[in-house]
């Protein structure tokens, strides 16, 4: 028996066609002629051009960027797993002086805009010569207090008599964490590994600030090398931008089945 749609659904289609728009509009302009993507009013393009798409390949290192994005993100997506899950797991089941303290100050962290802490970072970068390097782009997120936050919720949650079972077992805390807690961390590993790697692809601001030499740029940052003051390649900006998005798109896809079950296990509201 199908279901009628309901008034919500009436209310969330065109809000779902307005989200979807814009990216919608990327694509036309990234197989539009460079007069079809300046005219006014705009409109729908005559044909298919895909040469934008080996322009945007041909006029910079743009495997390169690719490459140094691919190598940030995914190096921080392994340390926020390790580290989140060491640190999570410690607040969570191990007490110790001042622990609740130092779990808010974390959580406090998250108030703080990157702007404000984007120059002591530089200066400490500086004085290690990590900047101009794919280091200085892994360095703030190798661990974030939003993954530590997700992950001790998610161990708050699950019984002590699994731990227990394990220690009478004659296992250690890491031991027991590696062996009977991990596997039971897959949709919050995927989560966090999603978002991580999400919001570490798709930064503009930090690599701006900390990279200069064009081999070590990433993909978001590569891409301004389509547009200046005086002239902008607003298809090829859009074709490379398209590309940029692939791997994020996929990667959402193959695992947007774990968010709801990850969210409702962690205790998240």
């Known amino acids: 028996m199908t279901r009628r749609p309901s008034r919500l659904h009436l209310i969330l289609i065109p809000l779902s066609l307005v989200m979807v728009a814009p990216l919608i509009w990327m694509v ?11 005219r006014f009013p705009p409109g729908l393009p005559s044909g298919v051009d895909w040469h934008n798409y080996v322009t945007a390949w041909t006029e910079g290192p743009f495997g390169t960027w690719l490459v140094n994005s691919a190598i ?32 808010i100050a974390i959580l406090a962290t998250l108030m703080v805009p990157i702007q ?6 530089l200066i400490m970068l500086r004085q290690v010569h990590l900047t101009d390097t794919l280091a200085a782009l892994m360095a703030p997120n190798l661990a974030t207090p939003f993954g530590v936050f997700l992950l001790r ?27 009977v807690l991990l596997p039971l961390m897959g949709p919050t590993l995927a989560t966090l590994s999603v978002l991580t790697f ?16 064009p081999q070590n740029m990433t993909i978001q940052l590569g891409l301004q090398n389509f547009q200046s003051s005086h002239y902008s390649q607003v298809s090829v900006l ?3 931008t398209v590309t940029s998005q692939i791997p994020v798109l996929v990667m959402f896809v193959l695992a947007q089945r774990f968010f709801v079950r990850s969210i409702a296990s962690s205790g998240i509201k």
């Not at 404000?116 to 970072?121: A, H, N």
């Not at 930064?203 to 900390?210: Q, Y």
């Open 238 to 240: 859009m074709a490379g």
């Open 72 to 103: 940030v993100s995914l190096t921080c997506v392994v340390t926020n797993l390790v580290f989140c899950s060491l640190a999570g797991y410690a607040f969570a089941r191990i007490p110790f002086l001042g622990s609740k303290v130092l779990f």
């Open 116 to 121: 404000i802490i984007m120059l002591p970072m």
């Open 153 to 179: 919720q998610f161990f708050t949650a699950l019984p002590r008599e699994l731990e227990d079972a394990a220690r009478i077992d004659g296992a250690s805390r890491l031991r027991t964490l590696r062996s």
């Open 198 to 213: 999400l919001n570490v692809w798709n930064d503009f601001l930090w690599p701006l600030v900390a990279v200069q030499s």
């Open 28 to 38: 036309l302009l990234s197989v539009s002629t460079r007069d079809e993507a300046r």
